[in-house]
């Protein structure tokens, strides 16, 4: 592969063996220049051994790292124009935000005229201009964020490696600081990459992101692509909320198929048109929330309910939360079922209440059955 300077980072074939243990399985992926790249995966399944490999602490058993297109194996971490946010901020609290900030630019030998200007312009650019004297404790959660992030960028990296940096945050100031994230990565125009196990981080900043599991990468796409058009039972079940049903195709072509649960019951999924399920085989039906829509039985409106897929049961519970309320469904064979559903206050579903799920089969994703997932 030729240098390719449009792309900030470069793995190639990279892995990472711990004895017999294979943590990090020939990975590949690049990152354009100026983007917010995420790397998603349950604990334990290799995204921080591999951005440790990334920042230089670790070395590759196998494959290549490049950084503006320049491989860096053998290169040491402060030789690597690479800084990295950890999720315990590690500010010096004997200093002031000043001087955190400044300290990697005196160990630069950068003249102090030139310290003072970059460290006013880069707390310029945090929205925080006021703050150089403040002591580390006087700093809010979300101060502190942004001051780890500033002493990092003071430095004009060439990548910005995120581990867990919201993770010792409170629910609320984590919400917040998704945004200032996004808005703070625009604002620099400087590579991300974050790693964390919650979806809704990556998913809300991310221009792309990588789903990883047991030390491979199952998809990498846009957040859209993955919530709609997971590639993988693993990734559709980790990525968004769903429904899962396990089963085995009875009828199947390039259109889709039929499925019988392991309840007994019908069920229709839609194909892509690039693969026909094998009848006979075993396959994971995913269905988000949203698609269901729960029917009060005996209700005029089930003729309106579009769908070929239709299951009773009684609403189990009710979940409120504003515009993302939800209802719990239990069939007749015991399993719940979720359902999306507008709450008003008026009218709505009760504990006990008949009900019909009805939804498309063209919002049943189906993946065969590969006891992963």
């Given at each position: 592969?030729?240098?390719?300077?449009?792309?900030?980072?470069?793995?190639?074939?990279?892995?990472?063996?711990?004895?017999?243990?294979?943590?990090?399985?020939?990975?590949?992926?690049?990152?354009?220049?100026g983007?917010?790249?995420?790397?998603?995966?349950?604990?334990g399944?290799?995204?921080t051994?591999?951005?440790?490999?990334?920042?230089?602490?670790?070395?590759?058993?196998?494959?290549?790292?490049?950084?503006?297109?320049?491989?860096?194996?053998?290169t040491?971490?402060?030789?690597?124009?690479?800084?990295?946010?950890f999720?315990?901020?590690?500010?010096?609290?004997m200093?002031?935000?000043?001087?955190?900030?400044?300290?990697?630019?005196?160990c630069?030998?950068?003249?102090?005229?030139?310290?003072?200007?970059?460290?006013?312009?880069?707390?310029?650019?945090?929205?925080?201009?006021?703050?150089?004297?403040?002591e580390?404790?006087?700093?809010?959660?979300?101060?502190?964020?942004?001051?780890a992030?500033?002493?990092?960028?003071?430095?004009?990296?060439?990548?910005?490696?995120?581990?867990?940096?919201l993770g010792?945050?409170?629910?609320?100031?984590?919400?917040?600081?998704?945004?200032?994230?996004?808005?703070?990565?625009?604002?620099?125009?400087?590579t991300f990459?974050?790693?964390?196990?919650?979806?809704?981080?990556?998913?809300?900043?991310?221009?792309?992101?990588?789903?990883?599991?047991?030390?491979?990468?199952?998809?990498?796409?846009?957040?859209?692509?993955?919530?709609?058009?997971?590639?993988?039972?693993?990734?559709?079940s980790?990525?968004?909320?769903?429904?899962?049903?396990?089963?085995?195709?009875?009828?199947?072509?390039?259109?889709?198929?039929?499925?019988?649960?392991?309840?007994?019951?019908?069920?229709?999924?839609?194909?892509a048109?690039?693969?026909?399920?094998?009848?006979?085989?075993?396959?994971?039906?995913?269905?988000?929330?949203?698609?269901?829509?729960?029917?009060?039985?005996?209700?005029?409106?089930?003729?309106?309910?579009?769908?070929?897929?239709?299951?009773?049961?009684i609403?189990?519970?009710?979940?409120?939360?504003?515009?993302?309320?939800?209802?719990?469904?239990?069939?007749?064979?015991?399993?719940?079922?979720?359902?999306?559903?507008?709450?008003?206050?008026?009218n709505?579903?009760?504990?006990?209440?008949?009900?019909?799920?009805?939804?498309?089969?063209?919002?049943?994703?189906?993946?065969?059955?590969?006891?992963?997932?």
């Amino acid at each position: 592969m030729t240098d390719n300077p449009s792309y900030d980072l470069e793995c190639l074939d990279v892995s990472k063996n711990f004895g017999s243990i294979r943590a990090v399985k020939d990975v590949s992926f690049d990152i354009p220049s100026g983007s917010f790249f995420s790397i998603l995966g349950p604990s334990g399944c290799g995204k921080t051994t591999l951005m440790r490999m990334i920042a230089g602490f670790e070395d590759p058993s196998g494959g290549d790292i490049r950084i503006k297109g320049k491989s860096v194996l053998g290169t040491p971490p402060n030789k690597r124009n690479v800084k990295m946010v950890f999720q315990h901020l590690a500010l010096f609290p004997m200093m002031n935000v000043y001087e955190n900030i400044a300290y990697g630019l005196r160990c630069n030998g950068v003249g102090n005229a030139e310290i003072k200007r970059k460290v006013h312009d880069v707390l310029e650019r945090i929205a925080l201009p006021d703050v150089a004297e403040r002591e580390i404790h006087q700093l809010s959660g979300g101060q502190k964020q942004r001051i780890a992030i500033a002493r990092c960028m003071v430095l004009d990296p060439d990548v910005l490696l995120l581990d867990e940096p919201l993770g010792a945050l409170d629910l609320k100031l984590r919400e917040a600081m998704k945004i200032e994230l996004k808005l703070l990565q625009h604002q620099f125009n400087t590579t991300f990459v974050y790693i964390t196990h919650d979806q809704s981080e990556a998913l809300v900043m991310s221009d792309n992101v990588a789903i990883m599991n047991q030390g491979e990468f199952e998809q990498i796409g846009t957040p859209q692509e993955l919530y709609h058009h997971p590639s993988t039972a693993f990734v559709a079940s980790f990525v968004g909320d769903s429904n899962r049903w396990s089963g085995v195709v009875k009828s199947s072509d390039s259109t889709g198929g039929k499925v019988e649960t392991e309840q007994g019951l019908p069920m229709s999924f839609s194909s892509a048109g690039e693969k026909t399920m094998q009848e006979g085989s075993r396959v994971n039906i995913f269905v988000r929330p949203e698609f269901i829509r729960t029917v009060r039985a005996g209700g005029g409106d089930l003729q309106d309910a579009a769908g070929e897929n239709r299951m009773d049961g009684i609403v189990d519970s009710l979940l409120f939360n504003g515009a993302n309320s939800r209802v719990l469904v239990r069939t007749g064979s015991g399993e719940l079922v979720e359902s999306d559903v507008t709450l008003t206050g008026e009218n709505d579903l009760k504990p006990g209440e008949d009900v019909h799920l009805v939804w498309s089969s063209k919002q049943s994703m189906c993946f065969a059955d590969q006891g992963k997932a």
